[in-house]
């Protein structure tokens, strides 16, 4: 069963930058299309930043300007510039698309962004 632990959250004010980082042990991510999907309170999940097992990248329109998704072999990152408190939420990362997510989802880790 995959384990995927996710790190880097924390509270920011708007217009503020925080990096997600994701990592599981004994996966190769290359070897897949990852995502960072995250869940807002009341919401359901949304897929906001993936790439491909190529390297192509593609972004929710919410986001798209503002994070990066990247990777390499050990670890997917999310770059996340010019928050809003709209990001708030709890940001989590799996295979993409989420029909191919593991069935095991990390615990994700926290975003806050306030004033």
């Known amino acids: 069963q995959v384990q995927v632990v996710e790190s880097g959250g924390g509270l920011v004010q708007p217009g503020g930058s925080l990096r997600l980082s994701c990592s599981a042990s004994?996966?190769?991510?290359?070897?897949?299309?990852m995502g960072w999907y995250r869940q807002a309170p009341g919401k359901q999940r949304e897929l906001v930043a993936s790439?491909?097992?190529?390297?192509i990248t593609n972004y929710s329109d919410s986001v798209k300007g503002r994070f990066t998704i990247s990777r390499n072999n050990a670890k997917i990152d999310l770059q996340m510039n010019s928050l809003k408190p709209e990001d708030t939420a709890v940001y989590y990362c799996?295979?993409?698309?989420?029909?191919?997510?593991?069935?095991?989802w990390g615990q994700g880790t926290q975003v806050t962004v306030s004033s």
């Open positions: 799996n295979r993409s698309p989420v029909v191919l997510a593991w069935s095991s």
């Open positions: 790439v491909s097992s190529g390297g």
């Open positions: 004994g996966i190769i991510f290359s070897y897949y299309s």
